[in-house]
Nanobody
């Protein structure tokens, strides 16, 4: 089992950048592929991106491709989401998630087995 804790959320102006982190504890972090999701008020949770257990490949939702980058440091048991050129529509609670499931291709929408508690990102226009 793994426990996930997100951090780094906050308030940022449109066009700005923010970096989210997700710290994992428990079983070997390198056993898990990681995903980022977000949920805006009144909307369903949506996929943002994912990264394979070894650090690549990565997959992204079309809405964030070219603006967001996922990376991981298995030695530190962390995964990061670098968000650039932020837009008001990026406002949401962001969650990291983990899975040991195998998948083909670069994009993996789920299911994920473990979830963090989320961190709020607010982009002001």
């Amino acid at each position: 089992q793994v426990q996930l804790v997100e951090s780094g959320g906050g308030l940022v102006q449109a066009g700005g950048s923010l970096r989210l982190s997700c710290a994992a504890s428990g079983r070997s972090f390198s056993s898990y592929s990681m995903g980022w999701f977000r949920q805006a008020p009144g909307k369903e949770r949506e996929f943002v991106g994912n990264i394979w257990r070894t650090g690549g490949p990565t997959g992204y939702a079309n809405s964030v491709k070219g603006r967001f980058t996922i990376s991981r440091d298995n030695a530190k048991s962390t995964v990061s989401l670098q968000m650039n050129s932020l837009k008001a529509e990026d406002t949401a609670v962001y969650y990291c998630a983990a899975t040991t499931r195998h998948y083909l291709g670069s994009v993996y929408l789920g299911p994920y087995d473990y979830w963090g508690q989320g961190t709020q990102v607010t982009v002001s226009s």
